[in-house]
Nanobody
Framework: QVQLVESGGGSGQAGGSLRLSCTAS?????MAWFRQYPGKERERVAR????????YYADSVKGRFTISRDYAKNTLSLQMNSLKPDDTDMYYC????????????????????WGQGTQVTVSS
């Protein structure tokens, strides 16, 4: 089992920045961020793989968001720059073993562990 706790959400303005963090109870091979707007399907944002550091970004955030990990602290971060109102969502941290990092683009059902989410609201 891996417990995940997100933090860092809040309100920001278009063009601004926010940084999300996710603290894991133990190490996980594959970690990712997803987001979901009420009434819509959860969508992938970014993913990072242990050891290789290989990353994936959704086209909608590529060049604006950066995913990173601190292995000593078992934390996952998402630096969000050049925010847009469309980035307004609940953001979820997800983790798993090697399987979730084996498919590109990331597949939601392959991630067994999820945080409770943190809300990000971007105003224009």
């Amino acid at each position: 089992q891996v417990q995940l706790v997100e933090s860092g959400g809040g309100s920001g303005q278009a063009g601004g920045s926010l940084r999300l963090s996710c603290t894991a109870s133990r190490d996980a091979w594959c970690m990712a961020w997803f987001r979901q707007y009420p009434g819509k399907e959860r969508e992938r944002v970014a993913r990072i793989e242990k050891a290789t550091g290989r990353t994936y970004y959704a086209d909608s955030v590529k060049g604006r968001f950066t995913i990173s990990r601190d292995y000593a602290k078992n934390t996952l971060s998402l630096q969000m720059n050049s925010l847009k109102p469309d980035d307004t969502d609940m953001y979820y941290c997800a983790a798993g073993g090697t399987e979730p990092c084996s498919a590109t683009p990331p597949v939601i059902r392959l991630f067994p562990y999820w945080g409770q989410g943190t809300q990000v609201t971007v105003s224009s």
